[in-house]
């Protein structure tokens, strides 16, 4: 086993891979983990999520369900290189933990299934990595499966992903007689035995030679075509790529995006781990690859690169409680830190010290006397930071961006069980909100119950439980309830609004006159307002007309049907009037306030519902009893194909209508149907009956 690092390396940030491993639920994200530190030799025994004995998945709640629910981060050697890791959750209830987690690292490793290609939240979680601009290699897993097939499941990376992927081995056998692969880089063969030992290389076998010639050739017409080095060599004579051109090119394109490569294996089966790891290596960038973090200071942009001589400069991306105290996971992008240090936090402008700094293996830590540039670690000692916080030199302030936090998209009200628990109840819920910045706790006005919002029913059920579990109150739950929305459906034109407050001293004077219309909702139903003013010959000055603007804002929080937040309207100050003495920025922010809320009650207005894409796959026996489920839930079938002796539908579905479909599919195929929903907008919502 390659695990030894390098210390005597130049720029030590060469030796240093920050990685992710995204995927959708069940591809096996946390078995490919488990099996890398397994083959780094940081663990000495394979662990099981049916058995519930990964080192990722330590959480009681991750074990009970048998699904990676929380991010988290394991540090391994290989080939003289220190390989940070974090297993991403890969149910779409738990995508802030993998947007946060994406925001820190460097490269990724994306798992597919070889049966079913490219899935519903691994489209998600590809986007997501595109928007962070974080590279990628593929990896096809569970190849020993029965129906499995590279070339499809690289068909649909291509089609679905629109990346170039560039397939650098040729599996040896099918289904369960998968036992090896064919490097076609190096052209050599790695066969690994039955009981999942080292991998024991040779040449390309006669029966192969001819099949990992083709393949090869495919690769480097590829390549060429993608890379304008690898063309110019492709070209001359001989027309064929050296090893070492191939490599250098692979790396150049998976570092710009322009291609992935793609690998293959059965993690359960310990096959093709070694050659995912050399990969990961050799083609995802280290820290010093990657651009100059980016802030701000006062206003200026400022730029930091990861040296580890430079002022420190560090994002907080993770908090958890934990028995010995609070973690504040951190990923340094510029300089160094030691224990006992003092670090500036530009948000709340306080200053922290820093307690301990640990080295994170899942739940089990290291102790380390300081942190550099390129590290992910956690630190004890902060109070106040939170996800998304910069952590950073006193003398040498900056401020970071953080990840953007997700709009919780379904509710639940809870109450403790005994009154005597109220206030422990509060104090959990604000500990969760804490570390979940996905999860959001607010008191209803009307019915004073406290409010749980969250990403899905799953997210809010794991959310009660280790309330639980953590020792606090008994909880009630009310049933989940979606986030409405509000949006014009027809507007109105030339509203008249005067603001005019007198009291004793100075008054209020503001007049406004509002258009208000809807915008198109021909890409969906978004999260959209525009302002505009078409106000002439200064009539109302222009600091004005931003405070009207601000105003109108404000507004958007509660619409007239039933208080929910308004969306897809478009708002036009077209005039308006002054008063030489009472006039402010304070009452025309008001007008806009005010006018249009009453403008608002004068429009017609329309209930908006989120609704979610739904992937069904059911035996094609039971089909038929499905699709009239999904029809009285109000769902609109979108397609369906055959894969493998099942149907896959998808539809779009109303978030309210997938409350305890789980249980519903289940008995309607025995316990054969499986089904994955995403967010995807909102929709008009049926009139109330």
């Known amino acids: 086993m390659r695990t030894e690092l390098r210390t005597n390396s130049v720029n030590p940030l060469a030796a240093v891979r920050n990685l992710g491993i995204l995927a959708h639920v069940d591809a096996g994200k946390t078995t490919v983990t488990e099996r890398i530190l397994f083959a780094t030799?940081?663990?000495?025994?394979?662990?099981?999520?049916?058995?519930?004995?990964?080192?990722?998945?330590?959480?009681?709640?991750?074990?009970?369900?048998?699904?990676?629910?929380?991010?988290?981060?394991?540090?391994?050697?290989?080939?003289?290189?220190?390989?940070?890791?974090?297993?991403?959750?890969?149910?779409?209830?738990?995508?802030?933990?993998?947007?946060?987690?994406?925001?820190?690292l460097d490269g990724a490793i994306a798992v597919f299934d070889a049966v079913a290609g490219v899935e519903p939240q691994s489209e998600s979680v590809w986007r997501q990595a595109d928007r962070h601009g974080v590279p990628r290699i593929a990896f096809v897993n569970k190849l020993d499966r029965t129906g499995a097939d590279l070339d499809r499941a690289v068909e649909s990376i291509r089609t679905r992903l629109h990346p170039a992927p560039l397939v650098v081995q040729l599996p040896i056998g099918t289904e369960d007689g998968f036992t090896g692969v064919v490097d076609l880089v190096r052209m050599r063969t790695l066969v690994w035995a039955d009981d999942g030992g080292t991998a024991t290389e040779g040449p390309v076998p006669r029966d192969l030679r001819e099949a990992a010639d083709r393949r090869r050739h495919a690769l480097e017409e590829a390549v060429a075509a993608l890379h304008p080095g690898a063309l110019d060599e492709f070209c001359a004579p001989p027309g064929r790529l050296t090893d070492t051109?191939?490599?250098?090119?692979?790396?150049?394109?998976?570092?710009?995006?322009?291609?992935?490569?793609?690998?293959?294996?059965?993690?359960?089966?310990?096959?093709?781990?070694?050659?995912?790891?050399?990969?990961?290596?050799?083609?995802?960038?280290?820290?010093?690859?990657?651009?100059?973090?980016?802030?701000?200071?006062?206003?200026?942009?400022?730029?930091?690169?990861?040296?580890?001589?430079?002022?420190?400069?560090?994002?907080?991306?993770?908090?958890t409680a934990t028995a010995t105290g609070r973690l504040t996971h951190v990923r340094v992008y510029s300089g160094t830190i030691e224990k006992g240090d003092t670090v500036w936090d530009p948000a709340t402008?306080?200053?922290?010290?820093?307690?301990?700094?640990?080295?994170?293996?899942?739940?089990?830590?290291?102790?380390?006397?300081?942190?550099?540039?390129?590290?992910?670690?956690?630190?004890?000692?902060?109070?106040?930071?939170?996800?998304?916080?910069?952590?950073?030199?006193?003398?040498?302030?900056?401020?970071?961006?953080?990840?953007?936090?997700?709009?919780?998209?379904?509710?639940?009200?809870?109450?403790?069980?005994?009154?005597?628990?109220?206030?422990?109840?509060?104090?959990?819920?604000?500990?969760?909100?804490?570390?979940?910045?996905?999860?959001?706790?607010?008191?209803?006005?009307?019915?004073?119950?406290?409010?749980?919002?969250?990403?899905?029913?799953?997210?809010?059920?794991?959310?009660?439980?280790?309330?639980?579990?953590?020792?606090?109150?008994?909880?009630?739950?009310?049933?989940?309830?979606?986030?409405?929305?509000?949006?014009?459906?027809?507007?109105?034109?030339?509203?008249?609004?005067?603001?005019?407050?007198?009291?004793?001293?100075?008054?209020?004077?503001?007049?406004?006159?509002?258009?208000?219309?809807?915008?198109?909702?021909?890409?969906?139903?978004?999260?959209?307002?525009?302002?505009?003013?078409?106000v002439t010959g200064g009539r109302v000055p222009q600091e004005y007309v931003r405070a009207v603007e601000a105003g109108c804002r404000d507004a958007l929080a509660e619409g007239p049907l039933g208080g929910h937040p308004v969306t897809g309207l478009r708002v036009t100050l077209t005039d308006g009037s002054t008063h030489v003495k009472d006039s402010s920025e304070t009452a025309f922010r008001a007008a806009g306030r005010l006018g249009l809320r009453e403008a608002l009650r004068a429009c017609a207005m329309t209930l908006l519902e989120p609704v979610a894409e739904v992937t069904v796959t059911v035996p094609e026996d039971a089909v038929g009893g499905v699709l009239g489920d999904l029809a009285g839930r109000r769902g609109r079938v979108t397609g369906s194909t055959a894969r493998g002796g099942a149907a896959v539908l998808t539809a779009t579905v109303p978030l309210a209508e997938l409350f305890g479909y789980a249980t519903r599919l289940r008995g309607r195929t025995q316990g054969r149907g499986t089904f994955t929903a995403r967010p995807s907008g909102h929709a008009p919502a049926p009139p109330a009956r």
């Open 349 to 534: 402008r306080r200053t922290e010290r820093v307690a301990r700094i640990l080295r994170v293996m899942a739940d089990r830590h290291e102790p380390l006397d300081r942190a550099v540039a390129g590290d992910i670690v956690a630190v004890v000692g902060l109070r106040s930071a939170r996800p998304g916080a910069t952590l950073c030199a006193p003398d040498a302030p900056l401020l970071l961006e953080p990840p953007a936090a997700a709009e919780p998209v379904v509710s639940v009200a809870v109450e403790a069980r005994r009154r005597t628990d109220t206030g422990r109840l509060a104090q959990a819920l604000a500990r969760l909100a804490e570390e979940d910045p996905s999860l959001a706790v607010r008191t209803d006005a009307e019915t004073g119950q406290t409010v749980l919002s969250g990403m899905g029913e799953l997210h809010l059920e794991v959310a009660v439980e280790k309330v639980r579990r953590d020792g606090g109150p008994e909880v009630t739950v009310g049933r989940p309830r979606v986030a409405l929305r509000e949006t014009v459906a027809r507007g109105v034109t030339g509203f008249v609004h005067r603001h005019v407050h007198q009291t004793g001293g100075a008054g209020q004077f503001a007049h406004v006159v509002l258009d208000v219309e809807a915008l198109g909702h021909e890409g969906g139903y978004g999260a959209a307002f525009e302002f505009r003013s078409t």
């Open 41 to 104: 030799g940081t663990i000495h025994r394979r662990g099981e999520v049916h058995d519930g004995t990964t080192v990722t998945d330590f959480d009681p709640q991750e074990r009970d369900r048998g699904i990676t629910i929380f991010a988290a981060a394991v540090s391994c050697a290989w080939d003289g290189h220190r390989v940070n890791l974090i297993d991403t959750p890969g149910h779409v209830d738990f995508a802030d933990e993998v947007e946060r987690s994406l925001r820190v």
């Open 245 to 319: 051109t191939l490599a250098g090119a692979l790396r150049d394109l998976t570092l710009s995006g322009e291609g992935v490569v793609v690998l293959c294996g059965s993690a359960y089966r310990n096959r093709g781990i070694e050659p995912l790891l050399d990969a990961a290596v050799a083609y995802l960038p280290a820290p010093s690859d990657v651009p100059a973090v980016r802030g701000t200071h006062q206003g200026t942009e400022q730029r930091r690169a990861a040296d580890p001589e430079g002022p420190f400069a560090a994002l907080a991306f993770k908090v």
